[in-house]
């Protein structure tokens, strides 16, 4: 079932896994659609910027940004681990524009493979969270030094989830209709918290 179409959408996707993503998940939250159309608004004022320009996303599973944003003349490098390029690949196929890299953003060797005399967009949508402060700090810095052109695009998350993901219990998402807790998310850094950072590294609060 690879695809190369422009028309691909990500909800192929989900409808070919054979998963109850509600029951597990709950219903579908209209913030993550939110999410994406603004990461989608911030790489399109990217690319219009820069129309030579590279776009590097980091961890993007099986996320199809790509196709949404398809009229942009870029090339757009997807890095992500083993586990999430094999199933990445069983339905969208990389290209000569579209390409794959398998390795954790932690590992910088996939650096070696971004362009430097090109402006470069990093983005890293849900991912930033579940690193350490230093593994971020050290990240954003060797990209800065490496591309002297470059826009980072990321986003956090409140400070409440953060606590309520370290609290003993965890942050545990709970189906009504089956009175049963189905999923418990993964801790995440305080530190990373957009209260952390809004209160150590900006001066201006948006």
């Known amino acids: 079932?690879?695809?190369?179409?422009?028309?691909?959408?990500?909800?192929e996707c989900q409808e070919a896994i054979e998963y109850d993503y509600e029951r597990s998940f709950g219903k579908a939250d209209p913030v993550h659609a939110l999410r994406s159309i603004a990461f989608d608004s911030e790489i399109i004022a990217f690319m219009k910027k820069h129309p030579s320009g590279v776009v590097?996303?980091?961890?993007?599973g099986l996320?199809?940004?790509?196709?949404?944003?398809?009229?942009?003349?870029?090339?757009?490098?997807?890095?992500?681990?083993?586990?999430s390029i094999r199933p990445r690949e069983h339905f969208i196929s990389p290209g000569d524009r579209w390409k794959h890299i398998t390795c954790s953003a932690l590992d910088y060797a996939w650096m070696d493979q971004i362009p430097t005399d090109r402006p470069v967009c990093i983005t890293a949508q849900g991912l930033f969270m579940y690193f350490q402060e230093s593994e971020v700090r050290d990240?954003?810095?060797?990209?800065?030094?490496?591309?002297?052109?470059?826009?980072?695009?990321?986003?956090?998350?409140?400070?409440?989830?953060?606590?309520?993901?370290?609290?003993?219990?965890?942050?545990k998402k709970v189906s009504i209709q089956l009175s049963a807790i189905s999923y418990q998310h993964s801790a995440i850094s305080y530190q990373l918290s957009a209260y952390a950072l809004s209160a150590r590294y900006f001066t201006k609060s948006f």
């Open 56 to 60: 590097v996303n980091l961890g993007e």
């Open 139 to 171: 990240l954003l810095k060797t990209l800065a030094e490496r591309h002297p052109i470059l826009t980072i695009i990321f986003d956090v998350i409140p400070n409440w989830v953060a606590q309520k993901t370290l609290s003993p219990d965890g942050w």
């Open 63 to 83: 996320e199809t940004q790509r196709f949404r944003l398809a009229d942009l003349q870029t090339t757009w490098y997807t890095i992500d681990l083993p586990e």
């Open 1 to 11: 079932m690879n695809q190369e179409s422009p028309s691909f959408q990500g909800g």
